[in-house]
């Protein structure tokens, strides 16, 4: 099972008590999605992001910019995506001022540039890299579309855990890989000593304009993860996901989106109305929450929804879910 550290757990806890029961919010935000510059080293068939924010890929968010949006979010976990986040020069600034303010920090990389980072950004339990790697080398060097990134990434995980480091995986799963790759894939990631892996289904953005054939329909995301959990079932496999997530993604269970949750700022401004869609740029985060209408998006509301899975839209759903019942709470809890 993932080995979190415990402060951050105790400290979501204590944060969603606070939002839902003491002050009886609706809606809040559980983890920033930052996003410093959408600039990447790699241009992966899958990725949405470099066709969406190619005009801007000469922009940058400032360190006092980034700290400033982490603290008018408020929430305890910082997401860095982007782009490839280990570009910007004064990333280390970045992620320092976020854990400064008592914040966990997830930053997001395809480990090209990893050791780049091991001299300027320390280990501490407030700090995890989160490697994205789509399968064992032949089929993750096809997804990014460039040979050799895979023993690359893997080779400086590998001195990351021997440093210290808290490190986690991100894996996208496509049509036309089969189960065992990814059994195989999430076995070797367990044995290397990853603390978790993060799973989600191929997501098909309008803005990918090649190989859209690889996204994967609902149903078939979720024969394809009920295949791949009933093969590491005995496994010990560190999934990082919530296991309610796990059942819906499986098709066990039905949620509504819950895309506020995951807010995210780009260099645009704050991105309305989810990490996956971007009807507009807002400039605040009051304003995101207050004029979008949120019941307009999701499953069976709006067409570019209906093959999403993906955990920035539900997995907080299953955890407020769980708080008014006691065996799903439960479950939460030894998962």
Same mark, same amino acid.
């Given at each position: 099972m993932p080995k979190r550290p415990i402060a951050l757990e105790l400290g979501m806890a204590t944060y969603l008590a606070k939002k839902k029961l003491l002050q009886r919010k609706e809606r809040f935000p559980f983890t920033l999605m930052l996003e410093p510059l959408e600039l990447c080293n790699l241009a992966c068939t899958g990725c #949405?992001?470099?066709?969406?924010?190619? &005009?801007?890929?000469?922009?940058?968010?400032?360190?006092?910019?980034?700290?400033?949006?982490? @603290?008018?979010?408020g929430a305890p976990i910082v997401n860095i995506p982007g782009g490839e986040p280990l570009i910007h020069k004064q990333i280390d600034e970045i992620v320092h001022g976020i854990i400064d303010q008592g914040r966990f920090v997830y930053l997001c990389t395809n480990g090209i540039l990893m050791n780049k980072a091991f001299d300027r950004i320390e280990p501490s339990k407030r700090f995890a890299f989160v490697v994205h790697i789509?399968?064992?080398?032949?089929? %993750? @060097?096809?997804?990014? &579309?460039? *040979? #050799?990134?895979?023993?690359?990434? !893997?080779?400086?995980? *590998?001195?990351?855990?021997?440093?210290g480091y808290r490190v986690c995986t991100n894996t996208t799963i496509f049509r036309g890989t089969p189960a065992e790759e990814y059994v195989e894939l999430f076995t070797y990631l367990r044995d290397m000593g990853v603390e978790g892996c993060i799973?989600?289904? #191929?997501?098909?953005?309008?803005?990918? !304009? %090649?190989?859209?054939?690889?996204?994967?329909?609902? !149903?078939?995301?979720?024969?394809?993860?009920?295949?791949? %959990?009933? *093969?590491?079932?005995?496994l010990d496999i560190p999934f990082y996901n919530n296991p309610l997530f796990h059942e819906f993604l499986q098709g066990k269970r039905d949620y509504r989106c819950s895309a506020w949750s995951m807010p995210t700022y780009t260099v645009e401004g704050w991105r309305s109305p989810c990490y996956l869609l971007a009807d507009k740029h807002v400039g605040s985060i009051r304003e995101l929450f207050e004029d979008t209408d949120w019941e307009n998006y999701g499953t069976d509301r709006d067409p570019r929804c209906?093959?999403?899975?993906?955990?920035? #839209?539900?997995?907080? !759903?299953?955890?407020? &879910?769980?708080?008014s019942s006691p065996k799903d709470l439960l479950a939460l809890a030894r998962g």
């Open positions: #949405g992001r470099i066709q969406e924010y190619k &005009d801007v890929f000469h922009k940058r968010l400032t360190v006092e910019e980034c700290l400033r949006v982490a @603290d008018e979010c789509d399968g064992m080398e032949s089929v %993750h @060097d096809h997804a990014v &579309d460039r *040979r #050799g990134v895979f023993k690359k990434a !893997t080779a400086h995980m *590998r001195e990351a855990i021997a440093r799973t989600s289904p #191929g997501y098909d953005y309008e803005s990918v !304009t %090649h190989d859209r054939e690889q996204f994967l329909a609902r !149903t078939e995301a979720q024969a394809l993860y009920a295949e791949v %959990h009933e *093969r590491c079932d005995g209906a093959n999403c899975l993906m955990h920035c #839209g539900y997995e907080a !759903t299953t955890i407020l &879910d769980a708080m």
